[in-house]
């Protein structure tokens, strides 16, 4: 049923300042682009991420928002607006320039420190191709031993010495170039979902 109004009918836009609902650490993971905001009360903002292979680190900014608008502004002059939903506590979505929806999920807890120390791949198949032990040291500096977290599973690693940061729920492992043939590392980003007793 729809009711006809005419231009004086006396509704107000209301509008709503979601500046608070937007504090805290945001991860998104999506084919080609894997990033973290950490967002602050003061509307500053640090990203960490890799799109389309490409990894940056704590880059600072700033964040307005202004109804269902969303405008960042980042060091060195990559600055966008975009339009956003957003579930309070929960997720908010983005849309590209090339017009497709970035989901960010809201991190209660960073798992920065809970990943230390070393862990075994449990999840191996049968041809042991997805074995993996990894070492993470606070310092940023893990090891790794086992077949590589790559689309070609044939490359493995003895004790390899890499590093990684942890921002939220999102790993970031390096693989050094020349453990795999390339002029430029590669990044490998992961989503970690952690055992509250810390078994896996």
């Known amino acids: 049923l729809f009711t006809a109004c005419d231009k004086d009918c006396g509704h107000d836009f209301i509008e709503h300042d ?3 609902d937007l504090v805290g650490t945001w ?3 999506q084919e080609g682009l894997a990033e973290a905001l950490v967002i602050k009360a003061d509307g500053s903002v640090v990203s960490t991420g890799v799109l389309d292979g490409e990894y940056w680190d704590g880059i600072k900014g700033s964040i307005k928002t202004v109804n269902n608008k969303m405008t960042f502004t980042y060091e060195g002059g ?4 975009t339009r956003f939903d957003i579930i309070p506590g929960v997720a908010f979505s983005i849309f590209n320039e090339e017009g497709e929806r970035l989901t960010y999920n809201y991190c ?3 798992l920065a420190d809970e990943i230390v120390g070393m862990w075994v791949c449990n999840d191996a198949s049968s041809d042991a191709q997805d074995m993996m032990i990894q070492t ?3 310092n940023g500096k893990c090891t790794l031993t086992g077949y590589l977290p790559l689309e070609d599973d044939s490359e493995q690693a003895k004790n390899e010495a890499t590093d990684y940061k942890v921002v939220g729920d999102l790993l970031f492992i390096t693989i050094p170039a020349e453990k795999i043939g390339k002029e430029e590392p590669i990044y490998v980003v992961d989503k970690l979902t952690y055992a509250p007793d810390g078994t896996a």
């Open 78 to 81: 990559d600055n966008y607006e």
């Open 27 to 29: 991860t998104c993971l």
């Open 108 to 110: 209660a807890n960073d």
């Open 18 to 20: 979601y500046s608070a």
């Open 136 to 138: 993470f040291d606070k």
